[in-house]
Nanobody
Framework: QVQLVESGGGLVQAGGSLRLSCAAS????????MGWHRQAPGKQRELVATITSGGSTNYADSVKGRFTISRDNAKNTVYLHMSSLKPDDTAVYYC?????????????WGQGTQVTVSS
């Protein structure tokens, strides 16, 4: 079992920045993947960014150049630095963790944190 606790969401004006944090605990494998997805009202949950324990990253095209995912392996914590925020970024952001290098491994999910970007 893996437990994920997210923080850092809130209300920000367009063009502003936020940093989300997600701390993992429990049975954490040394080879793993952590990331962020988001879901806006009435829309499908979509991938935002992922990062492996080795530091390999992947971003959705819509956030490339604006968002940066990073991690602290010693703390089992992943971060999402969001800048140049747009109203379209408004969503509930969910942290996820897999005890492996790809989507073949079971995903664990955080409770979600709301990000609201005002125009």
């Amino acid at each position: 079992q893996v437990q994920l606790v997210e923080s850092g969401g809130g209300l920000v004006q367009a063009g502003g920045s936020l940093r989300l944090s997600c701390a993992a605990s429990g049975s954490i494998a040394s080879i793993n993947t952590m990331g962020w997805h988001r879901q806006a009202p009435g829309k499908q949950r979509e991938l935002v960014a992922t990062i492996t324990s080795g530091g390999s990253t992947n971003y959705a095209d819509s956030v490339k150049g604006r968002f940066t995912i990073s991690r602290d392996n010693a703390k089992n914590t992943v971060y999402l630095h969001m800048s140049s925020l747009k109203p379209d970024d408004t969503a509930v952001y969910y942290c996820n963790h897999r005890n492996g290098p790809n989507i073949l491994y079971r995903a664990y999910w955080g409770q979600g944190t709301q990000v609201t970007v005002s125009s």
